[in-house]
């Protein structure tokens, strides 16, 4: 019984939280490996990207919340996330042809995008914060808990409970969904072969008829999608902050270049990866321990490797680790 507790709470506050966070940074790492495999350069403006696409979203479920409209048990922010997606695809296109087509025109090296996505991620950050302000911003609503705790108490006759929030299944779902169309649109239509032909050898894709502005359009219409799910789905499951979607860029970034920068099964690997060692990392073990071990064994500190300040340094610790002994990533993507 004491092993069934102890499966019960891991389960609950590391297993289904890491798996529900692994699952909104694939979607954001897997934005930023196409910009990468495809664009050729490490866009530091995404995370401000999916804090964009994000405010648009919550302003649209507050007008619909205050037209009456909802969705009954699932968040009104699925209605408004197709608005946010076409708002977010329009900022990052005329951000492309404002910008970043200059510098393909005349074949920039790809520090010069990297310093010019640095200069539109300050201008995105500032853009959101005075639209919608710095501070925390809750868009959710419906019902909070697919399963309560009380609800599996009384299921199961435990003493320990487990919940399952509507926004952690809806994650899994929603993300689910995304990588398995992205995946489809990328092996099955001509357009996504196209983009992996222009990814994997650009002048050989060029010599073939290739269009490069379409591929390139394609790539920003994808990422605008990803993006502005993946910040919505995080914006669901803990809160809306423009300066934690900031934060989100290293723990993005470190699920990427783990997986293997510019490799898309990569990105989803190296998410999961990053996503349990920051939150078993950070977790307190010691209601675990104390029922697995014996009670003269049990501790009395709260067995905790690092404090919760510091769950983004675990992804630094993570990324650094990659770049010195293997760059390339677990899938062996480009080397960064």
């Known amino acids: 019984m004491d092993m069934i507790n102890a499966m019960v709470v891991l389960a609950n506050f590391v297993v289904i939280p890491a798996t529900a966070y692994g699952a909104q940074l694939a979607l954001g790492a897997l934005g930023v490996t196409l910009i990468y495999g495809i664009l050729r350069f490490s866009n530091f403006a995404h995370g401000d990207t999916m804090a964009f696409g994000t405010m648009v979203v919550i302003l649209a479920t507050w007008g ?167 910040g919505v789905l995080y914006g669901l499951d803990k809160s809306f902050r423009p300066f934690v979607y900031f934060q989100l860029l290293l723990p993005i970034f470190a699920s990427a270049i783990v997986g293997g920068l510019g490799n898309p099964l990569g990105a989803i690997a190296g998410a999961f990866v990053v996503a349990y060692s920051e939150v078993a990392v950070t977790y307190a073990f010691k209601k675990v321990l104390g029922y697995v071990l014996p009670e003269a064994w049990a501790p009395d500190s709260l067995a905790q490797l690092l404090s919760t300040d510091y769950k983004f340094a675990v992804s630094f610790m993570i990324l650094v680790i990659v770049l010195l002994f293997r760059p390339t990533g677990l899938f062996r993507g480009k080397s960064v």
């Open 64 to 230: 619909l919340q205050g037209a009456g409209i909802s969705l009954g048990p699932l968040p009104t922010a699925l209605l408004a996330l197709p608005v946010g997606i076409a708002a977010c695809a329009v900022l990052v296109i005329l951000t492309d042809r404002a910008v970043y087509a200059h510098y393909r025109r005349i074949k920039a090296p790809p520090i010069t995008f990297v310093i010019a996505s640095l200069g539109v991620m300050f201008i995105l950050n500032g853009l959101v914060r005075f639209v919608i302000g710095p501070d925390d911003q809750s868009f959710a609503d419906g019902a909070r808990f697919l399963i309560s705790v009380r609800d599996f108490r009384e299921m199961t006759g435990l003493p320990e409970g487990l919940a399952i929030r509507t926004s952690q299944a809806l994650t899994l779902v929603t993300a689910a969904i995304a990588v398995a169309a992205l995946f489809w649109f990328l092996n099955r239509t001509r357009t996504g072969k196209s983009m992996r032909a222009y990814s994997d050898n650009e002048d050989l894709a060029l010599l073939s008829g290739i269009n490069p502005e379409r591929v390139v359009l394609y790539t920003w219409l994808i990422v605008a999608a990803l993006a502005t799910t993946a």
